[in-house]
C-alpha cells in the first residue's frame, strides 16, 4: 500500500523546505523527496550561504591586509589561512542544513532521501542511494528542483582547472590568476572573494555591459567600483575554446564584433553564464508536461498544464533567486488549503553581495522608457552620508525613481555599503504602494547609512537636505 500524502515536494531548496513548513503549520500532511545527503538545496549547500561565508571572510582579510586598518589606526600583519577559512564556511552550512531539518520534524513534515520522479497523475516515485525504490500518493505534486551551472560549447567543466560555482567554493589554493566568464551575480561575487584573497581575476563578458538588466547607470558605477577595486573587464568579448592542462588553462576568446582571435593563460578559468532548470528524470512526460527550450516548465499561478501538479522557484520563470521561490511556495500551499496565495512579480528585489553591494527592487529607467512611463528622479551619494564617511565607505549612491504625476515609487537601484538589508525598506514602501514623499517624511536615525533612503526620496522632488 503506497503512502497518502496531502502534497509531495521535489526538491528541498528554498522553494522545497518553505513549502514543507507551510504545510505543516496549516495541518497538511506532506513529504519532501531529496538526494542529497542534506536539505537546503543548492542555496544553502553549494550556493548563496556557502558564498556568503567567503564574501565575509574575504571582505575581512582585504580590510586587514590593506589601508583600511592602517586608516583606522590598526596596525596588524594578517596571514591567510584558507584551510580554515574553508573549515568555517563548512561548519557554517552544516549548521544551517541541520537547521531545516529541525523544521521538518517541528512541522511534522515525512523527509524522504532519494531521488523523485513522478509517474503518472498522484504518483511519485523516489529512488534511494541503494537502488530501491518507493511508491507515494499524493493529492498534490510540488516541483521545485531548482537549477544547476549552464554549461558552454568548448569549455569543459571539470571542476579541478575549469569550475563552475560549486568549485569555485571550494579552490584548493589562491589563484595567481583566475578568468571569470561572465559578468553576471555569481561570477562577480565569487571573482571578487578570490581577487581579495590575492588572485588577479579577468572578466570575460559577450555583451557590451556587465550584470544585465541591471538599471544601466548603477551598473556602470558597480564597473568602475570593481576595475577601482583591481578587477579587469574584457566586454564584448565570446570565448570559443579553453584547454586545460594539471597547471593551467589556455581560453581562447575574440571579439563579437569579429576580429582577431587572442590566448588568455590562467591558474583556473569559472564558467558563470548562468544557470539552466533542473528537470532530468523527473517523469514530466508521465503526465504531459513540456518544457520549454531553456527547460521551463509553465504554469499559471503555480499551476502546470497537469491537474495537481504545481511548481515553483528555478525551474519555472522569473528571477532565479531564493525568496522568489520562498514566495511561490508559501502561495501555491496556501492556494492548495484553500487560501489566497499571491506573489507580488514586480517587487522581488536583487542583491549583489560584493563590497559595496548592489540592491534593486522594481522599475529600472530603462523599462520605464520603454514602456512611455513619465517618471522623476531622486539620487543621492553615499559620499555625503556622515555615517558612509566616518566609516569610509563612501562609494555609491541610492536612486529613487516615482511617477511623475502620483509620487508613486516604482523602482529603487542602490549601490553602496549594507544596501542589500537596506532595500527591503523600499519593498515594503512599494508593496503598499507609498509615494517618494512618505519615504521623504519618516524620521530614520542619525547617524545611519539609512538616511541616504530618505535623502535620495527628498531628491525626487529636489529638497535634500545633506548634500
Known amino acids: 500500500m503506497a503512502d497518502q500524502y496531502d502534497v509531495v515536494i521535489i526538491g528541498a531548496g528554498p522553494g522545497g523546505y518553505n513549502a514543507a513548513i507551510r504545510a505543516g503549520q496549516l495541518g497538511l500532511k506532506a513529504a519532501i523527496i531529496e538526494g542529497r545527503e542534506t536539505l537546503g538545496g543548492t542555496c544553502l549547500n553549494v550556493g548563496c550561504m556557502p558564498s556568503k561565508a567567503l564574501l565575509h571572510a574575504s571582505e575581512l582579510f582585504e580590510a586587514a591586509s590593506g589601508a583600511e586598518f592602517k586608516t583606522l589606526g590598526i596596525d596588524v600583519a594578517p596571514k591567510l589561512n584558507l584551510v580554515q577559512m574553508m573549515a568555517q564556511k563548512a561548519e557554517s552550512v552544516t549548521a544551517l542544513t541541520k537547521g531545516v531539518?529541525?523544521?521538518?520534524?517541528?512541522?511534522?513534515?515525512?523527509?524522504?532521501?532519494?531521488?523523485?520522479?513522478?509517474?503518472?497523475?498522484?504518483?511519485?516515485?523516489?529512488?534511494?542511494?541503494?537502488?530501491?525504490?518507493?511508491?507515494?500518493?499524493?493529492?498534490?505534486?510540488?516541483?521545485?528542483?531548482?537549477?544547476?551551472p549552464a554549461s558552454l560549447p568548448g569549455v569543459t567543466v571539470d571542476n579541478k582547472r575549469i569550475v563552475d560555482s560549486t568549485g569555485a567554493l571550494d579552490l584548493p589554493e589562491v589563484p595567481k590568476s583566475l578568468v571569470v566568464i561572465g559578468a553576471g551575480v555569481i561570477g562577480l561575487e565569487l571573482g571578487s572573494v578570490w581577487r581579495?584573497?590575492?588572485?588577479?581575476?579577468?572578466?570575460?563578458?559577450?555583451?557590451?555591459?556587465?550584470?544585465?538588466?541591471?538599471?544601466?547607470?548603477?551598473?556602470?558605477?558597480?564597473?568602475?567600483?570593481?576595475?577601482?577595486?583591481?578587477?579587469?573587464?574584457?566586454?564584448?568579448?565570446?570565448?570559443?575554446?579553453?584547454?586545460?592542462?594539471?597547471?593551467?588553462?589556455?581560453?581562447?576568446?575574440?571579439?563579437?564584433?569579429?576580429?582577431?582571435?587572442?590566448?588568455?593563460?590562467?591558474?583556473?578559468?569559472?564558467?558563470?553564464?548562468?544557470?539552466?532548470?533542473?528537470?532530468?528524470?523527473?517523469?514530466?512526460?508521465?503526465?504531459?508536461?513540456?518544457?520549454?527550450?531553456?527547460?521551463?516548465?509553465?504554469?499559471?499561478?503555480?499551476?502546470?498544464?497537469?491537474?495537481?501538479?504545481?511548481?515553483?522557484?528555478?525551474?519555472t520563470s522569473g528571477p532565479m533567486l531564493a525568496h522568489k521561490a520562498e514566495d511561490e511556495a508559501v502561495a501555491v500551499i496556501e492556494l492548495i488549503a484553500g487560501k489566497a496565495g499571491?506573489?507580488?512579480?514586480?517587487?522581488?528585489?536583487?542583491?549583489?553581495?560584493?563590497?559595496?553591494?548592489?540592491?534593486?527592487?522594481?522599475?529600472?529607467?530603462?523599462?520605464?522608457?520603454?514602456?512611455?512611463?513619465?517618471?522623476?528622479?531622486?539620487?543621492?551619494?553615499?559620499?555625503?552620508?556622515?555615517?558612509?564617511?566616518?566609516?569610509?565607505?563612501?562609494?555609491?549612491?541610492?536612486?529613487?525613481?516615482?511617477?511623475?504625476?502620483?509620487?508613486?515609487?516604482?523602482?529603487?537601484?542602490?549601490?553602496?555599503?549594507?544596501?542589500?538589508?537596506?532595500?527591503?525598506?523600499?519593498?515594503?514602501?512599494?508593496?503598499?504602494?507609498?509615494?517618494?514623499?512618505?519615504?521623504?517624511?519618516?524620521?530614520?536615525?542619525?547617524?545611519?547609512?539609512?538616511?541616504a533612503l530618505r535623502q535620495a526620496a527628498m531628491s525626487v522632488e529636489g529638497w535634500t537636505m545633506q548634500a
Not at 532519494?114 to 516515485?125: E, S
Not at 525504490?133 to 531548482?146: D, F
Not at 579553453?242 to 569579429?258: F, I
Request: aromatic share 6%.
Open 196 to 315: 581579495r584573497l590575492g588572485a588577479q581575476v579577468t572578466v570575460v563578458e559577450f555583451l557590451d555591459r556587465i550584470v544585465p538588466g541591471m538599471d544601466t547607470e548603477v551598473a556602470k558605477a558597480f564597473e568602475k567600483v570593481l576595475t577601482k577595486q583591481g578587477m579587469s573587464f574584457k566586454l564584448s568579448t565570446k570565448v570559443t575554446g579553453a584547454k586545460a592542462d594539471a597547471k593551467s588553462v589556455s581560453l581562447t576568446v575574440e571579439p563579437v564584433a569579429g576580429g582577431p582571435a587572442e590566448t588568455i593563460n590562467a591558474d583556473y578559468v569559472l564558467v558563470a553564464i548562468g544557470r539552466r532548470p533542473y528537470t532530468t528524470g523527473l517523469g514530466l512526460e508521465t503526465v504531459g508536461i513540456e518544457t520549454d527550450k531553456r527547460g521551463m516548465i509553465a504554469q499559471d499561478h503555480h499551476k502546470t498544464a497537469a491537474p495537481g501538479v504545481w511548481v515553483v522557484g528555478d525551474v
Open 342 to 451: 499571491h506573489v507580488n512579480y514586480g517587487l522581488i528585489p536583487g542583491v549583489i553581495y560584493t563590497a559595496p553591494e548592489v540592491a534593486t527592487v522594481g522599475k529600472t529607467e530603462e523599462e520605464l522608457k520603454a514602456g512611455g512611463i513619465a517618471y522623476k528622479v531622486g539620487k543621492f551619494p553615499f559620499l555625503a552620508n556622515s555615517r558612509a564617511k566616518i566609516n569610509h565607505q563612501t562609494d555609491g549612491f541610492v536612486k529613487v525613481l516615482a511617477d511623475a504625476k502620483t509620487d508613486e515609487i516604482l523602482g529603487v537601484h542602490m549601490i553602496g555599503p549594507n544596501v542589500g538589508d537596506m532595500i527591503a525598506e523600499y519593498c515594503v514602501a512599494m508593496e503598499f504602494k507609498a509615494a517618494s514623499e512618505d519615504v521623504a517624511r519618516t524620521c530614520h536615525p542619525h547617524p545611519t547609512r539609512s538616511e
Open 101 to 148: 531539518e529541525f523544521l521538518m520534524k517541528k512541522n511534522k513534515v515525512t523527509w524522504i532521501k532519494g531521488w523523485g520522479r513522478i509517474a503518472g497523475p498522484g504518483k511519485v516515485i523516489v529512488k534511494s542511494a541503494d537502488g530501491s525504490e518507493q511508491t507515494l500518493e499524493t493529492k498534490n505534486i510540488l516541483i521545485a528542483t531548482g537549477s544547476e
